[in-house]
């Protein structure tokens, strides 16, 4: 589309959208200039419809300028046309009409990749690997995966006939869509004779009662003595339950976070209601960069208050609270209406929207307006950079071998097949490949597309465009050469060299067709570097609270 064309619709969108809202607040002195937009834009609306070469689709008009408009605020900020509520609705409770089953695309074809137990999909004998053909008789050829997705959904009580191939057969299945609820804590479990862990993955109307519940049983009918908490990966949801989560280990009371807008009713502070599940027990939280928002207004409460351990790696930066405004004809305007602050005072929000540079890219708050905040100890936290952790997880290198098999999808492709021919393994925290096992994984990569190209080769190739400008090729080919035999032959090793970290993910994938989720999460635990550190801090307690003191 024409940039001067988008310009207009992103007037029209402002004007449209934005006049009720805008009248009945602070904004009366632009009356005029908002009737003003109005009136272009109905009349551009109209000589559009009634002028242009072709036809145009009024709707789709509409929302590229509504989009665009929204594009130049932030990306949390969004319009959610009636036929996306169903997945407004799954972001804010967890829930949709459905099958219960994730899907992906591989070459072109789309697959289960991974039912959920106990719902449809899984009663039906769907598999991980199952390659969906036809969905009530109509072909999915030429679909993409979104659009396969909202044919899987569907109102629950609601049948559907999925025809699929395994491993050659064509086969059909009648499943009967229900209410599919993912649990905000897929795992939670004891890690040791002490150390419970709970993983937590969202933040629906149900978080802070599945965290509780969790603990409780950890705590009282498993012996927990310390927690891990892990909120790496979560993107966040909704802020009331951040802070039920917060009021699981800090008193009634506590303020745990402010929020302060353009308008007077979003100047808030958010406080804890009621009493406290535990207010001694040790505490570790891991965090990564996924971890955002409601995430790291927990994470962030309990390094304010001094009440736990964070440990991972520094956090996402969304300190912006969304609101969602019913609009017409059953549309929605999700929109940024305030920033939070968490009891320190600070907001860890580190990209700033209100001023973008010249490619319109907004960045992150400079040093120089960084801020100096204190924990109720007296240790130093600084504001715009989402939430430090007290300890740091060194990220570890992702070889590109390991890369390229996972985009080509070869560990995926291999757990169809060993799930095909194994009809048990061992326990999800027990099972590991024998060396045959590995040699046959590696034996099955032997005719298969998985090229990548190291760092070690893009330096060669740079030096050699290097030595040609200042012709020192002709003196050195034969040493570039050998160099480069070397480097190839090097690469056929790195199925060996980095046995482990391969043999990691294709154990996890495959305890996944036993196991599924649950069983994915207690493999991935016994190799994870943030979860071992957090037991070892744990473990010493004179460790434990000096780092909760200040330096």
């Known amino acids: 589309m024409k940039t001067g064309f988008k310009k207009l619709l992103v007037i029209g969108g402002l004007a449209a959208t934005g006049a009720i809202g805008i009248f009945a607040t602070s904004a009366k002195d632009n009356f005029f200039e908002i009737s003003k937009n109005l009136e272009i834009f109905a009349t551009l609306y109209r000589e559009l419809n009634v002028f242009y070469v072709d036809d145009v689709q009024p709707g789709d008009m509409m929302k590229t300028g509504i989009d665009a408009m929204l594009e130049s605020l932030d990306p949390y900020t969004t319009y959610i046309t009636e036929s996306n509520i169903e997945d407004y609705r799954f972001m804010t409770t967890g829930q949709y009409g459905g099958i219960g089953s994730l899907i992906r695309s591989v070459d072109g074809d789309v697959y289960i990749s991974e039912p959920y137990e106990g719902f449809p999909a899984f009663k039906s004998g769907l598999k991980a690997g199952d390659k969906l053909l036809m969905i009530d008789g109509v072909t999915i050829e030429g679909k993409d995966q979104e659009e396969i997705s909202k044919m899987l959904k569907?109102?629950?009580?609601?049948?559907?006939?999925?025809?699929?191939?395994?491993?050659?057969?064509?086969?059909?299945?009648?499943?009967?869509?229900?209410?599919?609820?993912?649990?905000?804590?897929?795992?939670?479990?004891?890690?040791?004779?002490?150390?419970?862990?709970?993983?937590?993955?969202?933040?629906?109307?149900?978080?802070?009662?599945?965290?509780?519940?969790?603990?409780?049983?950890?705590?009282?009918?498993?012996?927990?003595?310390?927690?891990?908490?892990?909120?790496?990966?979560?993107?966040?949801?909704?802020?009331?339950?951040?802070?039920?989560?917060?009021?699981?280990?800090?008193?009634?009371?506590?303020?745990?976070?402010?929020?302060?807008?353009?308008?007077?009713?979003?100047?808030?502070?958010?406080?804890?209601?009621?009493?406290?599940?535990?207010?001694?027990?040790?505490?570790?939280?891991?965090?990564?960069?996924?971890?955002?928002?409601?995430?790291?207004?927990?994470?962030?409460?309990?390094?304010?208050?001094d009440r736990g351990v964070v440990i991972g790696?520094?956090?996402?930066?969304?300190?912006?609270v969304q609101q969602t405004r019913d609009l017409q004809y059953n549309n929605k305007l999700k929109l940024t209406v305030a920033k939070y602050y968490i009891p320190s005072g600070r907001c860890i929000q580190k990209l700033d929207y209100s001023h973008k540079n010249d490619d319109g890219i907004a960045e992150e708050v400079p040093d120089s307006l960084l801020k100096v905040f204190y924990t109720e100890n007296g240790r130093k936290v600084m504001d715009g950079r989402g939430i430090e952790p007290d300890l740091l997880i060194q990220k570890t290198e992702f070889p590109h071998i390991l890369a390229s098999l996972l985009s080509e999808s070869l560990?995926?492709?291999?757990?169809?097949?060993?799930?095909?021919?194994?009809?048990?393994?061992a326990a999800a925290t027990e099972f590991r490949l024998s060396d045959e096992e590995y040699e046959a994984f590696m034996a099955y990569l032997e005719d298969k597309n998985y090229s990548y190209t190291t760092d070690t080769e893009r330096e060669l190739e740079e030096l050699v465009k290097i030595a040609k400008k200042e012709k020192y090729w002709g003196l050195a080919e034969s040493e570039f050469s050998t160099l480069e035999t070397v480097l190839k032959s090097k690469k056929k090793k790195d199925l060996i060299i980095f046995k482990d970290?391969?043999?990691?993910?294709?154990?996890?994938?495959?305890?996944?067709?036993?196991?599924?989720?649950?069983?994915?999460?207690?493999?991935?635990?016994?190799?994870?570097?943030?979860?071992?550190?957090?037991k070892r801090v744990l473990k010493e307690p004179s460790e434990y609270q000096a780092i909760l003191k200040p330096v």
């Open 154 to 305: 569907g109102q629950s009580g609601t049948q559907l006939e999925v025809t699929f191939e395994r491993f050659g057969e064509i086969q059909k299945v009648m499943l009967k869509r229900e209410e599919i609820k993912i649990p905000d804590v897929p795992y939670y479990g004891m890690i040791d004779e002490n150390i419970g862990y709970i993983r937590l993955t969202s933040f629906t109307q149900t978080a802070s009662q599945e965290v509780k519940e969790a603990f409780l049983d950890l705590r009282d009918k498993q012996g927990m003595k310390e927690l891990i908490f892990d909120l790496r990966g979560n993107g966040g949801g909704l802020l009331r339950e951040a802070v039920n989560i917060v009021n699981l280990f800090v008193p009634r009371g506590q303020e745990v976070v402010s929020t302060k807008g353009k308008i007077e009713e979003w100047d808030r502070k958010h406080i804890t209601l009621s009493e406290p599940v535990d207010l001694n027990i040790p505490l570790v939280i891991l965090v990564d960069g996924g971890s955002a928002s409601a995430s790291e207004i927990v994470s962030g409460t309990i390094q304010d208050l």
């Open 313 to 320: 790696n520094r956090t996402y930066g969304k300190g912006l």
């Open 411 to 425: 560990f995926f492709k291999y757990s169809n097949k060993y799930a095909a021919e194994h009809s048990e393994i």
């Open 501 to 534: 970290e391969i043999e990691d993910i294709l154990v996890n994938e495959i305890v996944s067709r036993y196991y599924y989720q649950r069983g994915r999460i207690e493999s991935s635990l016994a190799s994870d570097i943030a979860v071992a550190e957090a």
